[in-house]
């Protein structure tokens, strides 16, 4: 069964960086798009950025310029480099993957991890 469990989060400083990884099992082919989705009490999920099979990106208006998102060896591992983090940055965030063709934050995902708690404080 496809599992995708989510690490490094923590709390930080306003200003530091952080990041957070997904490690992605039991599936035997290459995802076509992978991609971080946070959520902050009392508001909807957000995309922050996705990634398919090519390296291609797509990055909210947010966090474009401080965040980066990235594949490791074999794809089944997934980045999020988080640099010059704001409190607005507080929130759950989410690894998702989608076996399907197509990658932009409007797609459906397949799979989800549990999350990683990130809180940014001043």
């Given at each position: 069964q496809v599992r995708l469990?989510?690490?490094g989060?923590?709390?930080v400083q306003?200003?530091?960086s952080l990041k957070i990884s997904c490690a992605a099992s039991g599936y035997g082919y290459s995802f076509s798009c992978m991609g971080w989705f946070r959520q902050a009490p009392g508001k909807e999920r957000e995309a922050v950025a996705v990634i398919d099979s090519t390296g291609t990106t797509n990055y909210a208006d947010s966090v474009k310029g401080?965040?980066?998102?990235s594949q490791?060896?074999?794809k089944r591992t997934?980045?999020?480099q988080m640099n010059s983090l704001q409190p607005e940055d507080?929130?759950?965030?989410?690894?998702?993957?989608r076996i399907w063709?197509?990658?932009?934050?409007?797609?459906?995902?397949?799979?989800?991890?549990q999350g990683t708690q990130v809180t940014v404080s001043l």
């Open positions: 469990v989510e690490s989060g923590g709390s306003a200003g530091g401080r965040f980066t998102i490791g060896d074999a997934l980045h999020l507080t929130a759950m965030y989410f690894c998702a993957a063709p197509g990658c932009s934050p409007t797609h459906r995902f397949d799979y989800w991890g």
